[in-house]
């Protein structure tokens, strides 16, 4: 039986996370799992799988908005500074 060659393994996932930022491009991250892994992933593939391991890590970008504006209110609410939305 032939290995699937279009599914994201564990190992697959660690290699895009170990090496995702190491490349100029998400291209080059593609053609080096591919290469690696003798694969035949396509570039959504591998770009999507990046997005989520860097959310696991880091957590979703909005939330870091989120924060940001709780914190400036709970600031103004002490008087310690001024909070205006533009």
């Known amino acids: ?5 279009k599914i994201i393994t564990t190992p ?6 170990k090496f995702d930022g190491k490349f100029k491009t998400k291209q080059e991250l593609l053609n ?10 396509q ?3 591998v770009y999507y799988e990046a ?6 890590i ?8 989120q924060i940001l504006i709780q914190m400036a209110e ?3 609410k002490k ?6 939305s533009s």
């Open 1 to 5: 039986m032939e290995k699937n060659k």
């Open 12 to 17: 697959i996932r660690n290699t895009i996370k």
């Open 32 to 41: 080096h799992v591919n290469k690696e892994h003798e694969t035949n992933l």
């Open 43 to 45: 570039y959504h593939q």
């Open 51 to 56: 997005s989520k391991i860097y959310e696991e």
């Open 58 to 65: 880091y957590g979703k970008k909005i939330n870091d908005a």
């Open 74 to 76: 709970e600031e103004q």
């Open 79 to 84: 008087g310690l500074g001024e909070f205006r």
